[in-house]
């Protein structure tokens, strides 16, 4: 039983075993095949391939070939543009050597030309100044001949003179006598003269004596009337009153405290005036004075014409009151008559001042 078992299964193996070796040589064929055209589809390719590779390779040595043939060319070119280079630096230097040799034949032309020009303007003033020594010349020819007749004529006149100058001598001797004579006479005269010019300064001083009387009079007069003020200086024979008193800055225009002032001057001096005699010619005189720092508006041009103007402001005052046009007297001194000549504010207070005095005309 068993080795029939054996015997069956041995058989039912081998059918396989052919089955499997048919599809193996089937697949080898079929691989075999695929090879063999794939081989021949590759060598095709390959062969199209080398064949396009062998036309670029043509190609490659046609364009290296004209690419060397460019490269030398290009030698050449480059050669020629140095070469061109160098001859047109050569040109260019030719060039520069001819415009400086013109501009210098150009400079020597206006040299030349300018001193033609300098020669012909020489010779022209040379011209002119022969003509002029040539009218100079006849100038002095006609001078001398008149020089000529003026010494004929001089030389008479000399005779002339000469004879005058004896006869003058005789006269001079007569003249010298009467001199003497006058000279006596002139030392008489100056002995009377001398004596009446003694008597005259007496005479004055004995005005001026009267004068100075009647001066202290007035100013003790207005002294009380004005009364007890610190402002108001008594100075010699003169009141000095602080500008201030009747002027504001700069103006001309009487403040009301300056007119009560001024009406008691004119109430002293109208006393006063009553008893001074006739023979005295007395003035009142008003003087304006000003600090040294310049004044310049349309009004008043300078501080000459401000101190002026006040003093006669205070004169037309005066005269308002009564005092006599005649007897009244207007100075403007400006700043050149200090009393302090400091650069303070005291100095231009004490400077800016009206001074009042009684006087001789």
């Known amino acids: 039983m068993k080795l029939a078992k054996r015997k069956l299964i041995q058989l039912n193996i081998w059918p396989g075993f052919v089955d499997v070796l048919a599809?193996?040589?089937?697949?080898?064929?079929?691989?075999?095949?695929?090879?063999?055209?794939?081989?021949?589809?590759?060598?095709?390719?390959?062969?199209?391939?080398?064949?396009?590779?062998?036309?670029?390779?043509?190609?490659?040595?046609?364009?290296?070939?004209?690419?060397?043939?460019?490269?030398?060319?290009?030698?050449?070119?480059?050669?020629?543009?140095f070469n061109l280079e160098k001859l047109n630096k050569q040109k260019k230097k030719e060039i520069s050597d001819l415009i400086s040799n013109l501009r210098k034949e150009e400079l020597e032309k206006k040299i030349l030309s300018q001193k033609n020009f300098s020669i012909i303007k020489n010779n022209e003033n040379l011209l002119k100044k022969i003509r002029d020594k040539n009218e100079d010349l006849k100038s002095l020819t006609t001078e001398i001949s008149k020089r000529k007749d003026i010494i004929k004529n001089n030389k008479e006149t000399l005779k002339t003179l000469n004879l005058n100058i004896l006869e003058l001598k005789k006269q001079l001797n007569e003249l010298s006598k009467q001199l003497d004579f006058a000279e006596q006479e002139d030392k008489d005269n100056k002995v009377l003269i001398r004596n009446l010019g003694k008597k005259l300064n007496l005479a004055l001083a004995g005005k001026v004596q009267e004068l100075s009387e009647y001066q202290s009079m007035f100013l003790k007069k207005v002294k009380n009337l004005i009364g007890h003020r610190s402002d108001i200086i008594i100075s010699g024979d003169r009141f000095i009153f602080p500008s201030k008193i009747f002027f504001k800055t700069a103006s001309d225009k009487l403040e009301i405290e300056g007119n009560l002032e001024l009406k008691k001057i004119a109430k002293g001096l109208t006393e006063i005036s009553k008893i001074i005699p006739k023979e005295i010619d007395w003035v009142l005189r008003i003087d304006g004075h000003t600090d040294i720092r310049p004044i310049s508006n349309s009004e008043f041009p300078s501080n000459w014409h401000l101190s002026s103007s006040r003093a006669i402001k205070i004169v037309s005052f005066l005269i308002d009151e009564g005092i006599p046009a005649e007897r009244l007297m207007a100075a403007g001194f400006g700043e050149y008559q200090p009393l302090l000549k400091e650069n303070t504010e005291i100095a231009f207070e004490k400077n800016r001042r009206i001074e009042i005095k009684l006087t001789n005309r």
């Open 23 to 81: 599809t193996l040589l089937i697949v080898t064929i079929f691989t075999i095949m695929i090879s063999g055209i794939a081989q021949i589809y590759f060598n095709d390719v390959i062969g199209k391939k080398k064949t396009e590779i062998s036309v670029l390779d043509m190609q490659i040595e046609e364009i290296a070939e004209k690419l060397s043939m460019q490269i030398n060319e290009n030698k050449k070119i480059k050669e020629i543009n």
